[in-house]
């Protein structure tokens, strides 16, 4: 064993055995002189082989990706067309769609047009039947002998009856008791200088004067002391009684008999 005296000296001899170890192992990977290979020899060899099989793994990829990747032939033509019918296929759309549109708004518009027409041609089949029956009616009540007055036919009975026979009288020509709505009216039945039994009441109920028809009494000619209930009789039917007056009605029992006046309003 060698005795050193200062550090430098450890530090050469440290340097002359690294050299000598790494001479060992080089001498250890040299091939002997008969063509014996030493392991360190080996180890290049696959190192170098391992590099040849990834490149060529890596070529062989980079083809394989290639052929995958790449369009087969003939594609970016059929891509092309499908491009192309798929636009006209979307402008025939629309031009559907549009035309489609136009169409629509016309069968709505023949439809209101359709619709118009059909309650028109309702109103005027209705306008035609009441006309039909207006003329009907002016001939059969004319040949009847009724007098046509201001829109309405009247009928003046030859014989006398009740209010209430009378009345019943009037229904069966079609007609009813006369109802006056009119000082023109008034003055027509006062030229008949008839007692004759008019369409009004107060049967229902007491005071409450009605017409035939429902409708409530507005104009009255009452002659003066009119209706009175005469002396405590019931009194609930009118006629015009005093003719040299222009308010000519009187209230009378229901087993008066007198002539009576029927009226065909042409006007409803
Ligand atoms: C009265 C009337 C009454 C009639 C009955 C007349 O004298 O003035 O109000 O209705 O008699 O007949
Ligand atoms: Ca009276």
Redesign the pocket.
Known sequence: MAVYENASEITVEMMNLSDASARTVASKSHTDEDGTTVPGGKLLRCVAVSFCLLCFLQVALNISLRLALSPPPGIDASFKNLTEERDELRSINLRTEESCKTLTEERDELKRKLSYFASQQNSLTTERDGLKRKLNDFAHYSNQGWVYFSGSFYYISSIKETWQDSRDDCVRRGADLMIINSEEEQEFTRKYRQIMWIGLTDRETEGVWKWVDGTSLTTSFWHS??P?S?EGTN?DYVAVNYHDYKNSW???ECI?KNFWICEKNMTL
Do not use: K, P
Request: charged share 35%; no cysteine; proline share 0%.
């Open positions: 002391g009119e009175n005469y009194e009187n209230d009378l008066i």
